[in-house]
Nanobody, 129 residues
Framework: QVQLVESGGGSVQAGGSLRLSCAASGYTLRTYCMGWFRQAPEKEREGVAAAYTIGGRTYYADSVKGRFTISQENVKNTLYLQMDSWKPEDTAMYYC??????????????????????WGQGTQVTVSS
C-alpha cells in the first residue's frame, strides 16, 4: 500500500528558508514520478516541482524556479522540497504526490493533478510576521 506523509511545515519569514519532507512507503520512490503541489485559500492546487530520479529529470513552476529545489534521499525513501528566498505568496498547504506512470515526468504533464495516483495529507506553510 502506497503511503505519503509530509512534514516540515510551519512559519517562515519573507526571505527565509524551510525544507519539507515526504516519507514514502509501499514502493521505491525513485522509480516513480514525484511531485510537490500547493494550494492557497480559494485557489486551485498548482504544481510546484516534480522529479523522476532514474530519468534524471526535474521540473519547476516559473514562480519558484531558482528558489525551490526538489530532491530525494533513496536510503530514506524520502522526497524533499527545499524552499529558499521565501515570499508571502508562497503561503499554502503543500502536498506531495506520486505516480508510477513515469511518462508524466516526460510529457510535460508533471503539473497536472489528475496524473498523480497517490497524495499525502499536506503540510501547511505560512509567512510569519
Amino acid at each position: 500500500q502506497v503511503q505519503l506523509v509530509e512534514s516540515g511545515g510551519g512559519s517562515v519569514q519573507a526571505g527565509g528558508s524551510l525544507r519539507l519532507s515526504c516519507a514514502a512507503s509501499g514502493y521505491t520512490l525513485r522509480t516513480y514520478c514525484m511531485g510537490w503541489f500547493r494550494q492557497a485559500p480559494e485557489k486551485e492546487r498548482e504544481g510546484v516541482a516534480a522529479a523522476y530520479t532514474i530519468g534524471g529529470r526535474t521540473y519547476y513552476a516559473d514562480s519558484v524556479k531558482g528558489r525551490f529545489t526538489i530532491s530525494q534521499e533513496n536510503v530514506k525513501n524520502t522526497l524533499y522540497l527545499q524552499m529558499d528566498s521565501w515570499k508571502p505568496e508562497d503561503t499554502a498547504m503543500y502536498y506531495c504526490a506520486a505516480t508510477p506512470s513515469t511518462m508524466t515526468c516526460y510529457l510535460g504533464s508533471w503539473s497536472l493533478r489528475h496524473k498523480y495516483n497517490y497524495w499525502g495529507q499536506g503540510t501547511q506553510v505560512t509567512v510569519s510576521s
